[in-house]
């Protein structure tokens, strides 16, 4: 795709993907939701690129909205290893991640590590 003769660039697709996601999920439409952040997944960035966690955030969000706190769980575990590979864990982006792995472990009544997330975060 092209726009007055310069080259989008993957990052600017992954952002469309993620911002129509974000709308769909606002909306309670959960489906497109996930359609737009499982779409985002498949943008091919490089391998040590930090955004390549958005789409797993986007995935965790919506199904955890969905009451499905152990799927939620696995989207974020995956986020949390890119964002700590590519940003390390002091980082706001990082400890987002964390936070939301505290939730997920709260409503799995696993009290300790959603404490201890909440802690990191």
Known sequence: M???GLPFRKEHDLYFELSIGS???SAGKDDLAIDCY???RTIQLPA????????FCGLGSVIFHMEEPSQSMRFYLKAKQIREETLGG???DTAT?????GCCMFMLER???????FELA
């Open 111 to 117: 009290n300790e590590e959603s404490k201890a997330y």
């Open 90 to 92: 002091d980082t706001v």
């Open 48 to 55: 040590n690129h930090p955004d390549l966690a958005f789409a």
């Open 38 to 40: 499982l779409k985002a």
């Open 23 to 25: 709308v769909y999920e």
């Open 2 to 4: 092209k726009q007055q």
């Open 97 to 101: 991640v964390y936070n939301n792995l």
